[in-house]
């Protein structure tokens, strides 16, 4: 792989370092409150960890998979003002998480930074939720617009109010690099563990009463009866209804079984230095910068088939409804080859086993060009997809807190909140991104809302949304992907920097400690 250049060179340097030269702390805040490596993570503490990421995955596949179609055929809204909805929800959170990383950076309670926002998140999230999913009667189609649009900002803010912290806490459970990684493969295995649950539950609801379509269907142009709507609407209720018992508690979860260490937080007033400074700081690192762009990218590519496979099952292929048996095959796959790249991670090093998983979808989805509309056909591929979606889930999050202790050992301060709700926020922006381009692609080719078939243009597009599009993306995460410095020696010298730095501030335990070793790590 492509290794970090003269950047790479001058932080190595600086790991060798006299002995009795000041050294900067991992940590940051007052001296008393340095971080200690502690006992081992339990598994009882990943378990309650892990769990809290079900929520977001569960809602967030659940409206990827099928919020297009739920306002094209169910709230009846054309292509074009969905392509609103989608992408300006998204939008917003250009807004909502970094402002809630911010305020999050500023918090301080009994309970700790981050435990706090998720607990008393939650309600407001699963009550947008299930809004999101009823169809008003009697709204005009404007009106309808209006609905959706602010329940979908009202659930993506109270969402990021969740999610933020929660990635966050990551660095808060262990100051050990191995137990964070180990609690990151937890978190994992959960969330897509928590898609595959999402996706399942609501296409059983959904499919348990999809006869009465298909007999409103048996007619060529013909379209969904308003009884048979009326059904599609309370399935939906009922699914958002269930997601959102999940959602509280897996939310509780986490607040009583986490402990929020609170000897590697914030404190020191050159950490809490002004909202813009941080971002200035944290956008100025090249590996958070590369892993990012290649994050993005590769979310877009997924985002896209996503947003688009059940259009792309029933009207390009014509297999119905038997896109919902596909998704669980495809997240099926995902969870079991989980090990498989969690074995490849130790073995290989993370960038290695990113490179490689993401290069297996190049492949799978040219063959999706030109597959036909053969269930026998269809599942060997979506199966061989399931791969490479389970690099994706494991391998950047598990990255990402990597480029916190390298900007650490650069600076002194560690501005995790930034780093984290950024990174959310890419992956939701890709979300909005793809969804919104998809509908109005879709809008473009001519797509009758509530029509049983479609014509053979909106076919077409749609296997060049879920083929060609995502190809692309996925070249250009490979290239961002070539250029991210941090290697496996990296890492490891920049465990041993950051221990070293943390034994010298324990060992001087004067309160000028940290700063004067602050100062001497900038000089390096």
């Given at each position: 792989?492509?290794?970090?250049?003269?950047?790479?060179?001058?932080?190595?340097?600086?790991?060798?370092?006299?002995?009795?030269?000041?050294?900067?702390?991992?940590?940051?805040?007052?001296?008393?409150?340095?971080?200690?490596?502690?006992?081992?993570?339990?598994?009882?503490?990943?378990?309650?960890?892990?769990?809290?990421?079900?929520?977001?995955?569960?809602?967030?596949?659940v409206?990827?998979?099928?919020?297009?179609?739920?306002?094209?055929?169910?709230?009846?809204?054309?292509?074009?003002?969905?392509?609103?909805?989608?992408?300006?929800?998204?939008?917003?959170?250009a807004?909502?998480?970094?402002?809630?990383?911010?305020?999050?950076?500023?918090?301080?309670?009994?309970?700790?930074?981050?435990?706090p926002w998720?607990?008393?998140?939650?309600?407001?999230?699963?009550?947008?939720?299930?809004?999101?999913?009823?169809?008003?009667g009697?709204?005009?189609?404007?009106?309808?617009?209006?609905?959706?649009?602010?329940?979908?900002?009202?659930?993506?803010?109270?969402?990021?109010?969740f999610?933020?912290?929660?990635?966050?806490?990551?660095?808060?459970?262990?100051?050990?690099?191995?137990?964070?990684?180990?609690?990151?493969?937890?978190?994992?295995?959960?969330?897509?563990?928590?898609?595959?649950?999402?996706?399942?539950?609501?296409?059983?609801?959904?499919?348990?009463?999809?006869?009465?379509?298909?007999?409103d269907?048996?007619?060529?142009?013909?379209?969904?009866?308003?009884?048979a709507?009326?059904?599609?609407?309370?399935?939906?209720?009922?699914?958002?209804?269930?997601?959102?018992?999940?959602?509280?508690?897996?939310?509780a979860?986490?607040?009583?079984?986490?402990?929020?260490?609170?000897?590697?937080?914030?404190?020191?007033?050159?950490?809490?230095?002004?909202?813009?400074?941080?971002?200035?700081?944290?956008?100025?690192?090249?590996?958070?910068?590369?892993?990012?762009?290649?994050?993005?990218?590769?979310?877009?590519a997924?985002?896209?088939?996503?947003?688009?496979?059940?259009?792309?099952?029933?009207?390009?292929?014509?297999?119905?409804?038997?896109?919902?048996?596909?998704?669980i095959a495809?997240?099926?796959?995902?969870?079991?080859?989980?090990?498989?790249?969690?074995?490849?991670?130790?073995?290989?090093?993370?960038?290695?086993?990113?490179?490689?998983?993401?290069?297996?979808?190049?492949?799978?989805?040219?063959?999706?060009?030109?597959?036909?509309?053969n269930?026998?056909?269809?599942?060997?591929?979506?199966?061989?997809?399931?791969?490479?979606?389970?690099?994706?889930?494991?391998?950047?999050?598990?990255?990402?807190p990597?480029?916190?202790d390298?900007?650490?050992?650069?600076?002194?301060?560690?501005?995790e909140?930034?780093?984290?709700?950024?990174?959310?926020?890419?992956t939701?922006?890709?979300?909005?991104?793809?969804l919104?381009?998809?509908?109005?692609?879709?809008?473009?080719?001519?797509?009758?809302?509530?029509?049983?078939?479609?014509?053979?243009?909106?076919?077409?597009?749609?296997?060049?949304?879920?083929?060609?599009?995502?190809?692309?993306?996925?070249?250009?995460?490979?290239?961002f992907?070539?250029?991210?410095?941090?290697?496996?020696?990296?890492?490891?010298?920049?465990?041993?920097?950051?221990?070293?730095?943390?034994?010298?501030?324990?060992?001087?335990?004067?309160?000028?400690?940290?700063?004067?070793?602050l100062?001497?790590?900038?000089?390096?």
């Amino acid at each position: 792989m492509a290794g970090g250049g003269e950047e790479e060179e001058s932080l190595l340097a600086s790991y060798s370092a006299p002995p009795d030269r000041p050294q900067a702390n991992g940590t940051f805040g007052h001296p008393q409150r340095r971080t200690r490596p502690g006992k081992p993570l339990s598994v009882v503490s990943k378990v309650c960890f892990a769990l809290g990421g079900m929520p977001y995955q569960m809602t967030n596949n659940v409206i990827g998979f099928f919020i297009s179609i739920f306002l094209l055929e169910v709230a009846q809204i054309r292509p074009g003002y969905a392509s609103v909805i989608l992408f300006g929800g998204r939008a917003w959170d250009a807004i909502t998480d970094p402002l809630v990383g911010f305020l999050v950076s500023k918090t301080n309670t009994r309970w700790g930074k981050l435990r706090p926002w998720i607990i008393f998140s939650a309600p407001f999230g699963v009550a947008s939720y299930f809004f999101l999913w009823y169809v008003p009667g009697d709204f005009s189609e404007e009106a309808r617009l209006g609905w959706y649009f602010l329940m979908y900002c009202l659930f993506e803010a109270a969402l990021s109010c969740f999610h933020v912290p929660y990635t966050a806490l990551t660095i808060y459970l262990s100051a050990d690099p191995k137990e964070r990684d180990s609690a990151t493969a937890y978190r994992m295995f959960c969330e897509v563990l928590g898609v595959l649950l999402g996706s399942a539950i609501q296409g059983q609801i959904v499919a348990g009463i999809g006869g009465s379509t298909e007999k409103d269907c048996n007619n060529p142009g013909a379209t969904v009866s308003p009884e048979a709507r009326a059904d599609m609407e309370k399935a939906y209720l009922i699914g958002a209804g269930v997601m959102g018992g999940f959602y509280l508690v897996c939310a509780a979860t986490v607040f009583f079984g986490v402990k929020e260490r609170k000897d590697v937080e914030g404190g020191s007033e050159e950490e809490e230095a002004s909202f813009f400074q941080g971002l200035k700081l944290v956008f100025k690192h090249g590996p958070y910068v590369k892993l990012t762009m290649s994050f993005l990218f590769l979310s877009l590519a997924i985002q896209s088939v996503q947003g688009n496979f059940a259009l792309f099952c029933q009207h390009s292929l014509g297999l119905g409804d038997q896109f919902q048996n596909l998704i669980i095959a495809l997240l099926g796959a995902a969870i079991l080859c989980m090990p498989v790249w969690q074995w490849c991670l130790v073995k290989y090093g993370k960038k290695t086993a990113l490179f490689l998983g993401t290069a297996v979808f190049i492949p799978t989805l040219f063959t999706l060009l030109y597959i036909p509309g053969n269930p026998y056909a269809v599942y060997p591929i979506t199966i061989l997809g399931g791969v490479g979606i389970s690099v994706a889930f494991l391998l950047p999050w598990s990255m990402l807190p990597d480029v916190v202790d390298d900007f650490t050992l650069k600076t002194g301060t560690r501005r995790e909140a930034i780093f984290y709700s950024f990174y959310v926020f890419f992956t939701k922006f890709a979300a909005g991104i793809s969804l919104g381009l998809s509908t109005l692609s879709l809008e473009a080719a001519g797509y009758v809302t509530g029509a049983c078939s479609q014509s053979d243009v909106v076919g077409f597009t749609l296997r060049m949304l879920v083929a060609p599009a995502p190809i692309v993306f996925i070249i250009i995460s490979l290239l961002f992907l070539w250029s991210y410095p941090i290697t496996e020696e990296r890492r490891r010298h920049t465990k041993v920097a950051l221990e070293h730095k943390r034994d010298k501030a324990r060992g001087q335990g004067q309160p000028g400690a940290l700063e004067s070793s602050l100062e001497g790590s900038t000089k390096v």
